[in-house]
């Protein structure tokens, strides 16, 4: 027999030093791509048919749907990394030079969010009561304990700052409520300037030049990125890469660790196209919602299961519409606009998607990316499709001028969107530390730790995928 007539599998490494991934969204995707980069033999299971998880975008003629996010932020090298190597280059598409415009609904109006000393001065979104409270912010002390997001933004900048800048903000990217989010663990960076440098406008001055040290680039300057077939193509790119190591319709069930002492092995139980299969595997990731995590573990540690089933995840609608462009009184000159919570809407805000990138809508015509429900109004991401796509056109009849009817609407909705670090999350991530110490070569490695945005995900995954290399590395010694 020649080494041609080997099939993968005869080169499966001892189980102890073979890697199971479970969740092909693109943590798991990022993590295992760099696993077998490291010449570290891995397996990734999905239980979905495709890989990319909330990062879905589909086509219907030449109206482009993304399901999930709608773009990335640059903020790490990593990014260029990937596409050079996964020869995504030509694919990759940066935003239009508008989408640095941003709007925020104030008394049923859109105003541009003021990018400069001047425009602040003179923007309507907050009294001069409010922009004069902000020169105070150098001045005000560290917090004493653990601030919720709402806390630390009235304590440091003022009410008005958080009603109609910073509430918004957290429902664009959290769908969240910053009442509820610990500061701490949701915008770690927003806290280390005044843990770290002692005020926020300080310390962004300062921060900058470190993140310039680490070739890392700030969320409010990074380019904002997607691709000529949207978000999907990278986890569609990374799943092509790793060939017969994905398998799809493959749900992870149960892991059982199968030899005691400090380097267990561990049985993974999958249903597989309606049968049952179980491998071995010396290292298990949970690259999955904290819900679909915590019914793997429960046999094993039901504690630990109850912890990760704490952890809220809101429902969100996402309401795509398609118009003749003609049909739209508001020049769709930026990325979009945000609703602030004291305005009373039903929609959390609205991405102008076709300004962003070309190729989302035929000649002629623009597509709107709504999004509703959320922590603010969960109960309206549960109302029927007809419901959704009625009472997202109603808001943008109201608030763009919106006439006629459209030329398509999908709706898409998440049961359970984005993990929301709430106040307490600090006890869910030292949950997770002792579960990967008391179950040594258990790794989590999704948006439920270390960030949510898609760049974050990435630099997560790129930092499991060294530790899982150390602890293989100490097992062979
Ligand atoms: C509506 C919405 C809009 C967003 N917008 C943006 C945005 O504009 N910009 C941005 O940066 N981020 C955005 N995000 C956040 C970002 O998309 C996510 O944080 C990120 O994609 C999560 O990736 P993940 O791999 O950690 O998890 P997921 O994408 O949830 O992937 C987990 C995978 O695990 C699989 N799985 C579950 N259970 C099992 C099991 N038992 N066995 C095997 N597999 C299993 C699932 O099928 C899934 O494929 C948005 C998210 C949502 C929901």
């Given at each position: 027999m020649t080494a041609a007539d080997l099939s993968p599998d005869a080169y499966l490494p001892a189980a102890a030093e073979s890697v199971v991934v479970i969740g092909a969204g693109i943590s798991g995707l990022c993590l295992a791509y760099w696993l077998r980069k490291k010449n570290i033999s891995v397996t990734v299971l999905e239980a979905g048919a495709e890989a990319g998880g909330t990062m879905k975008s589909s086509r219907s003629g030449e109206w482009l749907i993304e399901t999930g996010p709608n773009s990335a932020l640059d903020t790490?090298?990593?990014f260029g990394e990937l596409f050079r190597e996964l020869g995504l280059e030509t694919d990759v598409l940066y935003a239009s030079d508008v989408s640095t415009n941003r709007y925020i609904v104030r008394n049923g109006i859109l105003h541009p969010l003021p990018t400069g000393a001047g425009a602040f001065l003179a923007s309507p979104l907050w009294s001069w009561r409010g922009k004069l409270r902000l020169l105070g912010e150098p001045f005000i002390g560290r917090a004493a304990r653990e601030e919720s997001i709402a806390e630390f933004v009235e304590r440091r900048l003022g009410r008005e700052f958080l009603d109609y800048a910073i509430n918004p903000f957290v429902a664009g990217v959290y769908a969240g409520n910053p009442s509820d989010l610990s500061v701490q663990e949701a915008f770690p960076k927003l806290y280390a300037l005044e843990a770290k440098y002692g005020g926020i406008l300080k310390g962004a001055l300062l921060s900058a030049r470190e993140r310039r040290a680490r070739k890392e680039t700030a969320k409010n300057t990074a380019r904002m990125l997607s691709f000529r077939d949207g978000m999907q193509?990278?986890?569609?790119?990374?799943?092509a890469s790793l060939g017969s190591a994905l398998r799809l319709g493959a749900g992870v069930e149960q892991v059982i660790p199968m030899r005691a002492g400090r380097r267990p092995v561990y049985t993974v139980t999958t249903k597989e196209n309606g049968a049952r299969s179980q491998r071995e595997a010396g290292v298990v990731v949970y690259a999955t919602p904290a819900a679909a995590s915590a019914r793997i573990v429960r046999p094993i540690d039901p504690a630990m299961a109850e912890t990760l089933d704490s952890v809220y995840y809101p429902p969100v609608a996402e309401v795509f519409v398609g118009i003749p462009a003609g049909q739209i009184r508001k020049p769709l000159d930026g990325f979009g606009f945000l609703v602030p919570e004291l305005e009373n809407r039903k929609i959390l805000g609205c991405i102008w998607s076709s300004s962003l990138f070309p190729g989302?809508?035929?000649?002629?015509?623009?597509a709107l990316t709504s999004f509703v429900g959320g922590s603010r109004q969960p109960e309206l991401a549960g109302r029927s499709d007809a419901e959704l796509a009625e009472l997202v056109l109603g808001e943008l009849r109201d608030l763009l001028g919106l006439e006629g009817k459209?030329?398509?609407?999908?709706?898409?909705?998440?049961?359970?969107?984005i993990p929301q670090y709430r106040l307490g999350y600090r006890s869910v991530l030292r949950a997770m530390d002792r579960f990967e110490q008391n179950f040594q070569g258990s790794f989590f490695c999704s948006n439920a730790r270390g960030g949510i945005a898609v760049g974050d995900c990435l630099m997560s995954a790129y930092a499991v995928a060294g530790?899982?290399?150390?602890?293989l590395r100490a097992g062979l010694r």
């Open positions: 790490t090298p990593l193509t990278l986890p569609r790119s990374l799943a989302r809508a035929p000649a002629g015509h623009a459209p030329s398509i609407v999908s709706v898409i909705r998440w049961e359970k969107a530790r899982i290399e150390t602890y």
